[in-house]
Every structure is written in C-alpha cells, then in structure tokens.
C-alpha cells in the first residue's frame, strides 16, 4: 500500500510517503512507525500524531449553495436571450404605457425552467458523507499497553488495533496476526468472496489491492476470525481517501445533449441579432420611423428565439424520468436521461451486476458423475442434471453424501425469507461459500436444521490457511429407514469426522473413496488422478472448488488426536460454485449489440473467473482479449487508448486504472456509461458520461455518485433505460423539429413584409408591414406551439428504436435529414400564412393580422400530428393514438378560438372575429404544411426500402 499524498511529519516517527507496507515484514513496519506490538503507543505519543497527521475522517469539499445552482440554471444562451427579451419588452411596455403581457409571460418561463432545474439537482450530492459512514464510529486499540476504545477519528499511524467479526475497519491496516481472518472487500475491489488474510505474507511491491492478503483496508468488513493490525494510513491517505479525492478531482461534464441545446441556442440567438439588424436597417431605409422598426425588430427577436423550449425540454426530460421508473431507473439529473440513449460502450462491474452476487454450487463430481444443479443461490428450488437430463437425486445416494457433508461441516447458517409473490427463499447468514453448500443440500431435501439434529457437532478444528481444511466430528443418532444414512457403517458407529477443504490437500488424507452406489472403495492411484483431472476441469470453468470427505470411528472426540481424525478418509466428491451470471444478461447483451452498443466487463476478480463469466453470456467476442490489473499498469495512455477497442474484459483493477479505461473509451470518441455498486467503481461512476449504480447491492457512495440508480439491479433494465433514453432523444428532435420550424416561418413571416412589403403587397396602406403583433407571436411560441411541443415528449419511441445505431456524438439535434424537412415546412408555412395575409389586406389590416395568425396557428396545430414520427408515416402510427397530443391540440384550439371570438381580448391580441367568408379561405390553407411533411416522409421511406432491396439483392 504506496502513500500517495505528503503527510506531516512529527519528530516520533519517520514516515516515507514512497513506502509499500505490504512488501515490509512485520517488524520492519513496526520500527518505521516506531510503535510496539505489546504494549501500542502512549497517550502522549498519539496525540502528538493526531495533532500532526489529522483527524482519521474524510475531507468534504464545499457544497453546492442555493443561490449557485439557481445561476446554474440561468446561465444558458436561450435562457439569457429570454431575460435580455423581457427587460427590453418591459421598457418598450412602460414607454407606450401600455400592458406589460409579454415582459410577464417570458419571465414566467423563465422562472418555471429554473425552478424544475433547481428541484431537481437540489439533492445534493452524498458520496463523501456515505463514505464516511463505512467508517466505524468507535476502534478498540491498545494504547499504553491496555486495550481501550476510542473514537475512530482518533487513530493515529503507528495505533495497534483490534479486528473481530462484524467489525469494520477503521483505518488502512498492516496486519500482525490472522486467526481464521477473512475480510469483505466487494464494495472497494469487486471481489465476490471475502479475502482470506495472511499476516505473515510479505508481498512484492507491484501487488494490487485485490492481492495484498496482509493488509486490511478502511471501510471494509470483517466477515470471519479476527487478528490484529498496525495502522499505517489514516483519513484521505487511505484508499478510501484516495477514492474520495478521485471524487473531489472529476469535474462534471456537460452531457451531449447540454452541448447540443447550447449550441442551438447560441446558433438562433446570433441568427437573430443579424436578421433583426438587417429588418431595422431595411425599414429605415424605406422609410419606417426608428420607435415603429425597433418594435417590429422586438416582433423578429420573439419570433426567432423558442421561448417554451428550455422549459417544455426540461418537462419532457421529467416526464422521462416518471417513465424511467416504471422501468425500474432512477434518474438523480435530468440532463442524464437522455445521455444513456446516446451511449455507445456500457463498462459493466461483473459482480452483482452481470452476475447475481450469490455464490452457487453449480457442480457435484462423485465417482465420474458431473451433476450439474440449476435454479439461483437463494432458493431451494432446483434440479439436478446428468448429461443435459434431469435425474431423481434419490436414486444418486453418493451425491446427497457429498452435500450432507459440505453441509454438516459448516458454520453458516439459512435464514427462510416468505417473498411477497408467494415464493419462498433463504438468507445466508455467515460466509456465502458455506451458504451456497448449505442451499445445494436444500435443494437434495436435506435442511442444515435435520441434519444438525441428526447429527449433532462435537468437536471441530476450524479452517486456516496453512491447513487449508476444516474437520467437525459428530454424533450419529439412529437413522431413519426411510433416509438410511451413509456414516452409520455397520451400525456400531458412533462418530462421523468429516472434512471440507482444498481438493489436493483433502485427497491425500483419504485412503478410500465413495462410489456412486454410495459404499466405500480402495482409493489408487487412477482414481486420484481422475479426482484431481475433475479438479482441474472445474478450476478451468472459473468455479471454486471443495473437496469433501469423512470417516466413522467409534471413540469419543475428546480422546482423538487431530492426525488421528484426520487419516484413513473416505473422499466423497467435489463440491463447485461460482458467483453465476444472471438469467437475464445475455439476452440485454444481444439487444444492446443490436443497437450498436458494446459491453465492457470491468472486474476486480480474477481474470480466469471474468473470461469464464464474459464467455458464458457471450460478452467475450471472436478476437477480443482479457486484460489484467497489472498489463494495465506496463501500458501508457497512448496504448491503452488501442486496446481498448480490442478487450472485452479487464479483471483485477483498481478505482485508478477503471478511471484511466473510462479516458481511454472517451478519448477515442465513445459515450461511456459506467455501471457499478461498489465504493471502488465511485470515481470511475462519476468520470463517465453517465453513472449507473445499483439500487439494492449498491453502496450509497456509488448511489449518491451516479446520475442513474437501478432499483432492481437487473442488467436487462440498463439495456432498458438506454431504450427509453433513446425514445427521450428523438422525442427532443421531434419538438425542437416542431418548434424550430414554426419560428423559423415566424421569422419569414415577419421579415419579407418588412424588407419586400412594396414588392408583395402594392395594394397596402403601410409602407413597413408586419403581419403579426408582438402579442400574438408571444401567443404562438408559448400557447399554440407549446402544448403540442409537450404531448410530443410523450410518444412512444418508433418500433426500430432499438435497431439503430447509436448517434454519432457530435451529432448536432437538427441533422441534415432535419434540415430539408425544416426548410419544407418553413416555406410552406409562410407562404399559406402570407398567402392568408395578402387576402385579409383586401378588407383592411385588422383582417389580414387575424387571418395570418389564424391560418399560423392552425397550420402549426395540425401539423404537430405529423411531427410524431420522423420516418413513420401518421397513418402507420395512427392519427389519434397520442392522447395527450389529442387534448393538447384542442386546448390550443379552444383558446385559439377565444382570443378570437372573445371581444374584451380582440384589442389585446389585435384580432377581430372572421366569418365563413375568411374561413372558406384559411380551411385549405392550413392543410397544406401537413401533407407537405406527409409528402415528404413518404418519399424518403420509398427511398429507404429501395436502399434495402438493392442491397439485399
């Protein structure tokens, strides 16, 4: 464990920030921290230290204020053109003394985008003050040499601690002794079991996190045993710490999505400036007075800038969010919600995340027989398989021999769980290797509760690593005929010994062996070899591997001596488990390769355990290799940047080298989601475009990180959520295509009566016209274009939706397919709208504003119907299917018709109520936008399905 960071120095101690405590011996890490094993530090000596090195607690970095995330929310182009519009119009209001309706209107947009952005990323983040909950609040220390409690932000370097089971750590630790010791490490390497430690081991410098077996770590538990450890690093210099200060160094980025509205943003804004420069210009020119061309310049600037957009993408985005639940997603910012649809790598954390996170015995070997055993660690439920072929396990006595032993020979315990659904299962309660023995017997029929009372423990000699075995002896009681037992011999047994360790170690104290009819048998040298080749088979398929064996005697446990327990066995079998792949990945995996998106393992097991699960769900591609830990580390950035794009799997990582994978994929021009539970994956969460963590394994420092929580945990949901994120993006399109369209016409509308009005309309009284008020576009942009822009945030997504490939990141929102059919439906809009203008003027101006902005209005009303699909034609998807657009569309119709029919609103909206006269008129008019789109969609899926043709043939 290498310092990373320049601690304080203090007189006492010497400590070298380049140290790696892990490759010292004992007493070499002792005279450095000039501390002593019996007796600890004094009173005095440890305040010295706590005085010069800090308190032993993680550092928070300063909290986002209210007032910062409200300017958060204002600095955006649109948002500030918005502002600049209002304070103009309000001037404007106050020098005409009239109303002051639109300077309201825009600021109340303005207002409700901040306070749904505020809302949502008020929740401020909790990732340090989770990871300051791993710590234990008290540590037991010997100081002066008395074992005393103290709090742990009171451990200094050099402090003697106490570890027993259940205990977290309380700081980065040296070990001294380790009794049986085995520490919970997942949340900090990913590793699925808890780490056997060894404190005599002196291991070489290079060792990663996941290797060194004589170092516990803060944060992490202790899950068996206890021991004893030197404290070498304290507060931000543990790994902890350092994982803290990863989190505190990333910077949030701008999502594609941020980048892309900004960038549309500022394009609308600066396009309007000119053009209303160039409209004022044009009217002085032809005579206009300066006050009457800077209110129809205002008119142009309203026109230009879509001011529902902020807010209505803001809502839609919330709306994704409500719809990202029921797909088992929790978005923490609503910006996020679309990323995920963009995504084009998922780096996925194997345990618990591809994998179920429960150890499961999987395979039985006895006597030449792989027994295969399905169903999920958790439940009794189960069969078991010979040759593909399900069998009665009855009929196989020596294999329910095999899991009576695992099971009696064991300190686990099963806790029965009533699930809700009607379906039962257990809770394993102590170490899950013992607890996946415990489940397999269950599945056999045989309950540890039965088997304990027909075999009651005497004696034990528990599991350590020299030995690398655990011996029990019990009682045998009188058997049951209709369950004989195997241990009952020739009836005059009283006492069965029965071992559970290593295979190879295990082997060599047997001098028999168990045959498939369940009846003892001289053990040579062929059957060993055939023992330790089934061995082999099942260490190459990455599962864990046990071996079991027993033998009865007839003398009472306290009169046998351990060599005499332990010889002459009789090997049943060996026991195989693995942490399995869930159900459900490979099937999200193919949907996700459909869609263009690939699947990184990112692990810190073993590279053996990690191909073996990355091939059984076919995560492992032709070609693609497995990457450790310690190849990472020999690679520079310019290296690993190409590897990348060739490796599948990377096994045995740290938070650094997830970290430097992450630049890599980004650096090479991917979306990167990053998927995880653990405290190690929290840096790498936060570096990724966006951050998946899981909601029921996840630690609350990879929640409080990440920009999505997955409430189920099921990878299906990711693939899920990308799906959705997708439909959320091209639902954006849809309404920025919308409304990009109308005010691009609106500009049209405005801008060509002003610069050509002489040209178009020689009969007019006016030489500067403007067809439309300022009230009335104001009116359009939020209350005709706005309803349907909303209800086209909620459509469903295209059938192909998960068929196409990813968006290319750099991708603007209006593309050129976008662009074409805006420059349709801009003409064409103006042109039906002036169309209707030209006929109002022959009665007078009044006429032609209401006429224009009527066939506008309307025109913009139908044509959100063709706006639902981008590729699909209406009658495909169906003209009424949407239910909201249905009642979007008639709100704005109602109100349309009241600010027309309305007198007391005629003089505030400048219209005036037509009769069947105007209308005969504006009726064929306003149908023309809509069968233009329609027109078009056609034309460009003919062309689609000819492409496929002549490449298919």
């Not at 401020?124 to 791993?134: F, N, V, Y």
């Not at 985005?317 to 679309?338: D, N, P, T």
């Not at 009335?776 to 209350?783: D, E, R, T």
């Not at 506008?856 to 699909?872: G, I, M």
Request: proline content about 5%; charged content about 20%; overall charge negative.
């Amino acid at each position: 464990m290498t310092e990373q960071k320049e601690m304080p120095q203090n007189p006492s101690i010497n400590l070298d920030v380049t140290v790696t405590w892990h490759s010292l011996p004992q007493q070499d890490v002792l005279s450095r921290l000039d501390s002593q094993q019996s007796s600890g530090l004094t009173s005095e000596e440890a305040a010295l230290r706590l005085a010069a090195f800090g308190p032993n607690e993680l550092e928070e970095p300063p909290r986002t204020t209210f007032l910062q995330m409200v300017l958060r929310q204002l600095n955006d182009f649109v948002v500030i053109l918005l502002i600049i519009a209002a304070i103009i119009s309000t001037v404007i209001s106050a020098v005409e003394h009239e109303p002051y309706i639109e300077s309201i209107a825009i600021m109340a947009i303005v207002i409700l985008n901040a306070v749904l952005g505020v809302v949502q990323e008020s929740r401020a983040e909790q990732a340090l003050a989770a990871l300051k909950k791993l710590s234990a609040p008290d540590a037991h220390v010997l100081r002066d040499g008395h074992r005393i409690t103290v709090p742990t932000r009171d451990l200094v370097p050099g402090d003697i601690v106490f570890l027993e089971s259940g205990n977290y750590i309380p700081a980065d630790l040296r070990l001294l002794d380790a009794v049986n010791l085995r520490v919970e490490e997942a949340a900090l390497t990913g590793e699925s079991v808890p780490v056997e430690k060894n404190a005599a081991a002196v291991l070489n410098q290079d060792s990663t996190i996941g290797d060194r077996k004589n170092t516990a770590f803060m944060g992490t538990l202790v899950a068996y045993g206890r021991g004893r450890g030197v404290v070498v690093s304290t507060g931000m210099h543990t790994q902890l710490g350092m994982i803290a200060t990863m989190l505190q160094s990333v910077e949030m980025e701008e999502t594609p999505l941020q980048r892309r509205l900004q960038q549309l943003g500022k394009t609308l804004g600066y396009a309007a400036l000119v053009i209303c420069l160039i409209v004022f210009l044009a009217g002085i020119i032809q005579g206009g007075s300066v006050l009457e061309m800077f209110m129809v310049s205002v008119s142009l600037a309203i026109a230009a800038v879509p001011e529902g957009l902020p807010a209505i993408v803001t809502i839609a985005l919330a709306l994704g969010m409500r719809e990202m639940v029921k797909r088992h997603a929790l978005i923490r910012r609503l910006s996020s919600v679309e990323t995920l649809g963009s995504a084009t790598v998922i780096c996925s954390d194997k345990t618990g995340t591809l994998t179920q996170n429960v150890m499961t015995v999987t395979r039985l070997w006895v006597d030449g027989q792989d027994i295969e055993i399905t169903g999920t660690g958790s439940s009794a439920e189960g069969e078991f398989l010979l040759d593909g072929k399900t069998v009665d396990i009855t009929k196989y006595p020596a294999v329910r021999t095999a899991l009576w032993v695992g099971a009696l020979n064991n300190d686990a315990e099963l806790e029965r769980l009533d699930g809700d659904d009607g379906q039962s299962g257990y809770r394993i309660v102590g170490d899950p290797t013992e607890g996946s023995i415990l489940i397999a017997a269950a599945k056999a029929g045989s309950l540890p509760d039965q088997l304990n009372q027909a075999f009651p423990r005497e004696r034990e000699i528990p599991f350590d690593s020299e030995r690398k075995r655990m011996v029990t002896v019990h009682g045998i009681k009188a058997a049951r005929q209709e369950d004989p037992s195997p241990f009952d011999g020739n009836g005059t047994a009283k006492y069965a010994v029965v071992v559970k360790g290593a295979p190879d170690i295990v082997l060599k104290l047997c001098s028999d062996y168990q045959t498939a009819a369940d009846t003892p048998a001289p053990l040579n040298d062929d059957h060993r070899s055939r023992i330790l080749d089934a061995n082999d088979r099942m260490t190459q398929d990455a599962l864990r591997v046990l071996g079991v064996a027993y033998r009865v005697v007839n003398d009472e446990p306290e009169k046998l001596a351990a060599d005499q327990m332990e010889s002459d066995l009789i090997f049943v079998g060996l026991i195989g488990m693995i942490d399995p792949a869930r159900p459900e990945v490979r099937p999200a995996l193919e949907k996700a390769a459909r869609a263009g998106i690939r699947t990184i393992m990112i692990t810190g097991d073993y590279p053996n355990t990690a191909r073996a699960i990355a091939e059984s769900i076919h995560l492992l591609r032709p070609g693609h290799q497995v990457l450790s830990g310690a190849q990472l580390d020999e690679m520079d950035d310019a290296a690993l940047n190409k590897a990348v794009e060739h490796t599948d799997v990377f096994a045995r990582v740290s938070p650094e080298h997830k970290m430097r994978i992450v630049d890599a994929l980004k650096a090479n021009g991917e979306v990167v989601a990053m998927t995880g539970d653990g405290v190690n994956d929290a840096p790498a969460i936060k570096r990724a475009d966006i951050g998946v963590a899981m909601g029921i394994t996840g630690t609350d420092v990879a929640k409080g990180t990440a920009d999505m929580v997955l409430t189920d945990d099921n990878y299906a949901s990711i693939v899920s959520a990308v799906e959705q994120g997708r439909i959320i993006y091209a639902n954006i399109r849809k309404f920025v295509y919308y409304l990009i369209s109308c005010n691009l016409a609106e500009i049209l509308i405005i801008f060509l009566p002003t610069a050509f009005g002489r040209l178009m309309f020689p009969n007019a009284e006016r030489t500067v016209l403007s067809p439309l008020a300022p009230i009335q576009l104001l009116w359009l942009n939020l209350i005709t274009d706005g309803a349907p822009a909303l209800a086209l945030g909620t459509e469903v997504g295209d059938p192909d939706t998960m068929e196409q490939q990813p968006r290319p990141p750099k991708e603007p929102i209006i593309n050129s397919s976008m662009r074409l059919g805006v420059a349709i439906q801009t003409v064409a809009i103006t042109a039906v709208t002036l169309t209707a203008y030209a006929i109002g003027l022959s009665h007078n101006e009044l006429y032609a504003e209401t006429m224009a902005f009527l066939t506008l209005s309307l025109s913009e009303l139908l044509r959100a119907f063709t706006a639902r699909s981008e590729n699909y034609p209406l009658l495909k998807i169906g003209v009424f299917t949407n239910k909201w657009m249905n009642w979007a569309v008639l709100f704005s119709f109602v109100l349309l018709m009241l600010v027309v029919y309305v007198p007391v609103l005629n003089p505030i909206f400048n219209t005036v109520p037509l009769t069947w006269t105007e209308w005969r008129f504006i009726l064929p008019l306003l149908m023309i936008p809509s069968l233009a789109a329609e027109l078009g969609k056609e034309i460009t899926h003919r062309k689609a399905l000819r492409r496929q043709a002549e490449s298919l043939s």
